[in-house]
């Protein structure tokens, strides 16, 4: 059974630091790893996602990387700003569904 | 486009009651998903469509939870005699999944939030 592991659970930073969310996953036999921000009361907005043949993925402030072979996951969040606060999810697809991490919460002090 | 949309968005119900949530996914979205996240906890997965059919049931928690898709389109998750370790936020996502890689990028509805008293 896969297991998602997301560290720090929570973290706490000023305006302007650049900072790495980790994820960790049990069964490398992935398709892909999501990775989603959810904002209180709100669904699941998709940021990146990386395909199992690829080492990282860009978009903005934002890049992911991946390592399939010792099942991790890193979220760079360059230059954080008030507006990053959110929880950050790590997700993992086997098969068919998507496998969630517990998530990292995130609050970035202006 | 048009995202995954959900209704209701808030449902306040009696236990012992049944209800109904639906999904809209995106058009031409072969896939669909339906996850569940209660209050401080993770997300999990409960049913997944392929087309109308569900090859994959087995997060679906008890024999009260069911659903259907139907057109490749609408999904319906139902909830019979709920009870209220049922209150959650319950999510529906679709995907593209065709061919590989990026088809399988999901997108997520804004959820429907349950509430049993």
């Known amino acids: 059974k896969q297991e998602v592991t997301q560290i720090p659970a929570a973290l706490s930073v000023p305006e302007g630091e650049n900072l790495v969310l980790n994820c960790s996953f049990t069964d490398s036999a992935i398709y892909n790893l999501q990775w989603f921000r959810q904002d209180p009361g709100k669904g699941l907005t998709s940021l990146l996602l990386?395909?199992?043949?690829?080492r990282e993925q860009t978009s903005g402030r934002l890049n992911a990387s991946l390592d399939k072979s010792s099942g991790r996951s890193t979220l760079y969040i360059a230059a954080s700003q008030p507006g990053d606060s959110a929880t950050y999810l790590c997700?993992?697809?086997?098969?068919?569904?998507?496998?969630f991490g517990s998530g990292t919460r995130l609050q970035v002090q202006p | 486009g048009a995202g995954v949309s959900q209704s209701p968005s808030n449902k306040v119900t009696e236990k012992g009651k049944d209800v109904e949530l639906r999904c809209d996914p995106i058009s031409g979205h072969t896939a669909l998903y339906w996850y569940r996240q209660r209050l401080g906890q993770g997300l999990e997965f409960l049913i997944y469509f392929q087309g109308n059919s569900a090859p994959d049931k087995s997060g679906l928690p008890s024999d009260r939870f069911s659903a259907e898709r139907t057109g490749e389109s609408v999904s319906t998750l139902t909830i019979q005699r709920t009870q209220q370790e049922d209150s959650a936020v319950y999510l529906c996502?679709?995907?593209?999944?065709?061919?590989?890689?990026?088809?399988?990028?999901?997108?997520f509805g804004p959820g429907t939030r349950l509430t049993v008293t």
């Open positions: 997700a993992v697809i086997n098969r068919r569904a998507l496998t």
């Open positions: 990386i395909q199992s043949s690829q």
């Open positions: 996502a679709s995907s593209l999944a065709r061919g590989q890689g990026a088809d399988y990028e999901q997108y």
